[in-house]
């Protein structure tokens, strides 16, 4: 339950007030140099307080090589990676002790193993999303030496503010100039005005990601249990305050008659099999075929709050319950890396898993 990937794996462990996050790669193969300062960009594109709307805890998130690497090179061995927890205060959290926030992981985590580490949720907390962030970096490069695959994921919609464009101009300047990360400098203004608003008055916000896979080959995945976008749902349903995954047309596409919706295929100047629409999401019968590979993620709003709410103690007793602490008041910006990251270990594996299939 610490572990995602089959051929290409990762396993993460650490919690969020602890001594700090680690993650084990297993399955890279040897041969490739890594990007130090790739893995470490990725990183800060994730890490908290890099803007007024998110929490203000405040880590570096610099991370140390344990194993697997030789002058940067991966050896075949599992890759270890360790970060350090420096903003800790596990004091915010003396009144979770006995208390369960509501629709947090605080009731089931307990009822599951008799015992919680309730400061900011232990393990449940998206603290540890930092371990996928830098296996997904990991992935990202192994992707790009074997495919020039790009992943590019992006702020869809805040709250009720959206932004249905999916033409990117520039993905550097809208991670340089857009706190939200809306490639749509209009929409990310009143997205960030949205989640200010939700702040102010101790409440937060949802929203959610769109992700674009380009350049993934047809072929890869698997035809029944293992359907690549099974793998992404599986991959995205897995990060903390996921809700909900649409791939392609997704639940608008039922509003459609199947002559509507059908991709069909054409044959271009160079004989390459295509399809004229994207319906599929790049995605046909489990299987990549070559088209963009187009999904959605949803986030609920935060679960942490400034106002006071109702809940029960351990024993039951009814108690009113008022956070302290640094949360963000929405972390759908902040998962933006993660969704590619996990993208990423997903194509990763698809691809070591689709070697061998045919003589």
């Avoid at 307080?49 to 940067?72: A, H, P």
């Avoid at 596990?90 to 580490?117: C, N, W």
Wanted: overall charge negative.
């Amino acid at each position: 339950m610490n572990s995602f990937g089959k051929r290409f794996r990762f396993t993460s462990f650490g919690e969020s007030h602890g001594p700090g996050i680690g993650v084990v790669i297993d399955g890279c193969p040897a041969g490739l140099k890594l990007d130090f300062e790739h893995i470490q960009q990725e990183l800060d594109r994730r890490r908290p307080g890099q803007s007024s709307i998110t929490t203000q805890r405040k880590e570096s998130d610099e991370f140390e090589v344990l194993s697997g690497l030789f002058d940067q090179v991966t050896t075949g061995a599992p890759i270890a990676f360790w970060v350090k927890n420096e903003d800790t205060r596990p004091q915010d959290y003396d009144t979770t002790a006995l208390q369960f926030r509501p629709s947090h992981a605080d009731f089931t985590y307990h009822v599951k193993f008799g015992i919680r580490d309730h400061r900011g949720g232990g393990r449940s907390s998206a603290r540890e999303t930092l371990a996928r962030v830098i296996a997904g970096a990991v992935a990202k490069q192994f992707l790009h030496s074997v495919h020039g695959i790009d992943i590019f994921a992006w702020v869809q919609s805040i709250g009720t503010v959206e932004w249905k464009g999916s033409k990117i101009k520039d993905v550097f300047e809208t991670e340089a100039c857009q706190m939200v990360r809306c490639p749509d400098p209009r929409r990310a203004e009143m997205m960030v005005a949205a989640i200010e608003t939700a702040r102010d008055a101790g409440d937060s916000l949802g929203g959610v990601i769109a992700c674009r896979l380009s350049g993934v080959p047809a072929g890869w995945g698997e035809p029944i249990y293992g359907k690549l976008e099974s793998e992404l749902a599986h991959a995205m349903m897995g990060i903390n305050a996921v809700k909900g995954f649409e791939v392609g047309s997704g639940f608008e596409g039922t509003k459609l008659q199947g002559s509507e919706h059908n991709d069909r295929f054409y044959s271009d100047s160079d004989g390459t099999i295509r399809t004229q629409t994207n319906m599929s999401g790049g995605i046909q019968g489990g299987i990549s075929n070559g088209e963009d590979i187009l999904f959605r993620v949803a986030f609920k709003p935060t679960s942490t709050i400034q106002q006071k709410q109702q809940t029960v103690d351990v024993e039951g007793n009814v108690v009113e319950l008022e956070m302290k602490g640094r949360h963000d008041p929405c972390v759908v910006p902040r998962a933006v890396p993660i969704v590619e990251a996990m993208s990423a270990v997903v194509l990763a594996d698809a691809y070591l898993n689709s070697l061998g299939r045919r003589v």
